[in-house]
């Protein structure tokens, strides 16, 4: 299965923007970028995927390299609730099912007010 | 909608006893999951269901039996508890592939203590 990397944290301010890394230097051509992310004692919520563009939604931006082998999660302004863990998943798939979501550990966001 | 629902929320379990946990929702997706969460870890898959009546292990079904019977539910059973099982259960759905990506959608969590 397609692997992704990640820091195992990351610290902001509150009102600044927070790029988020995630490594995946073994993607396939079909395979989606997908972005959750877990709040304390919540399940995961989804927050962005991408393909090959950059993707932009009311929670987040989405830059995926040229050659696909990186990719980074903007938000553009942290606030106390973006604390989180967030994870970096490909989505692969197999002979046109449905792709299951693989979590790694994620990388831990703290945000200093 | 209620979206995704999961009971019970807190479960005490001895070593060797039997439960199902419970997974309804609302959304009349296709596709299902169960993961569990271990502490400091990411979520790992169980078992899967593609619609009523498929279902399909995932990267740590022992110890764990699913059925579909109905859209809308997907109970996860633990047929002989062990401590190794203590952990927190996620359950999801998502809409099929239509030949584009899907979000899942996660429920509450069931937290699971097996002593």
């Known amino acids: ?113 | 909608n209620a979206g995704v629902t999961q009971t019970p929320k807190f479960q005490v379990l001895k070593t060797g006893q039997s439960m199902t946990l419970q997974c309804a929702q609302d959304m009349n997706h296709e596709y299902m999951s169960w993961y569990r969460q271990d502490p400091g870890m990411g979520l790992r898959l169980i078992h899967y269901s593609v619609g009523a009546g498929i279902t399909d292990q995932g990267e740590v079904p022992n110890g764990y039996n699913v059925s579909r019977s109905t859209t809308e539910d997907f109970p996860l059973r633990l047929l002989s508890a062990a401590p190794s099982q203590t952990s927190v259960y996620f359950c999801a759905s998502s809409e099929p592939d239509r030949g584009r990506p899907y979000e899942q959608y996660f429920g509450p969590g069931t937290r699971l203590t097996v002593t």
């Open chain 1, 1 to 113: 299965d397609a692997k992704t990397t990640q820091p195992n944290s990351m610290e902001s301010n509150e009102e600044e923007p927070v790029h988020l890394p995630c490594n995946h230097s073994t993607i396939s051509g079909t395979d989606y970028i997908h972005w959750y992310r877990q709040l304390p004692s919540q399940g995961p919520e989804y927050v962005i995927h991408g393909l090959t563009s950059n993707v932009n939604n009311r929670m987040a931006s989405l830059a995926i390299a040229e050659d696909r082998k990186s990719s980074t999660l903007i938000l553009h302004r942290a606030t106390l609730r973006d604390a989180a863990v967030y994870y970096c998943i490909l989505r692969v798939i197999y002979g046109g099912s449905q792709g299951n979501l693989i979590f790694g550990k994620g990388t831990k966001l703290s945000v200093k007010p």
